[in-house]
T-cell receptor, first 106, second 116 residues
Framework: KNEVEQSPQNLTAQEGEFITINCSYS?????LHWLQQHPGGGIVSLFM???GKKKHGRLIATINIQEKHSSLHITASHPRDSAVYIC????????FGTGTSLTVIP | NAGVTQTPKFQVLKTGQSMTLQCAQD?????MSWYRQDPGMGLRLIHY???????DQGEVPNGYNVSRSTTEDFPLRLLSAAPSQTSVYFC???????????????FGSGTRLTVV
């Protein structure tokens, strides 16, 4: 049983394209995180949100608590955005999705 | 630099050997945790701690021990390594992790462990 499902698993885009990664979850949560893992392995927290929408540069994250769904959008994608993006939800503990591997081609 | 420091970055062990993965943070975070990351699976929680002297088991605790004698340090011990423990291990910390938390999460750079 997967508490967190992400789609797509893999995504290839041309530089400049608008990208959407989706996350659905089945547990009641207090917060949702979007994480970025680069090929070197390090994990960085991009957003933490519990309602509505957050924007940071070209990244936008939204969450719909009623539908138990979140999306991560990347506008004007760039090759340096190539990474694995992980959705994690916080119930009494964190549950992680398996990640979406994004490759942006110049 | 403030953050979570994990050592070592790479380690190869023989079956049955013991070792300790170190994790230290200098952000005065109450919550610290250890995860393992395996291909095709999401990060899975091994053990966590909500403060000095308090630890608890996560999803996959078997084969691992932890202790939290100080706020800063949260070592993960493998008492008798097995090939099934080959994985990438991440330590993470945050200000709080209970319901209603509004704080972010900081990850260490990971330890790639191979047990042969």
């Amino acid at each position: 049983k997967n508490e967190v499902e992400q789609s797509p698993q893999n995504l290839t885009a041309q530089e400049g394209e608008f990208i959407t990664i989706n996350c659905s979850y089945s547990v009641g949560i207090s917060a949702l995180h979007w994480l970025q893992q680069h090929p070197g392995g390090g994990i960085v927290s991009l957003f933490m949100l519990s309602s509505g929408k957050k924007k940071h540069g070209r990244l936008i994250a939204t969450i719909n608590i009623q539908e138990k769904h979140s999306s991560l959008h990347i506008t004007a994608s760039h090759p340096r955005d190539s990474a694995v993006y992980i959705c994690a939800v916080l119930d009494n503990q964190f549950y992680f999705g398996t990640g979406t591997s994004l490759t942006v081609i110049p | 630099n403030a953050g979570v420091t994990q050592t070592p970055k790479f380690q190869v062990l023989k079956t049955g050997q013991s070792m300790t993965l170190q994790c230290a943070q200098d952000m005065n975070h109450e919550y610290m945790s250890w995860y393992r990351q395996d291909p095709g699976m999401g990060l899975r929680l091994i053990h966590y701690s909500v403060g000095a002297g308090i630890t608890d088991q996560g999803e996959v605790p078997n084969g691992y021990n932890v202790s939290r004698s100080t706020t800063e340090d949260f070592p993960l011990r493998l008492l008798s390594a097995a090939p099934s423990q080959t994985s990438v291990y991440f330590c993470a910390s945050s200000k709080a992790a209970d319901r209603g938390s509004s704080y972010g999460y900081t990850f260490g750079s990971g330890t790639r462990l191979t047990v042969v």
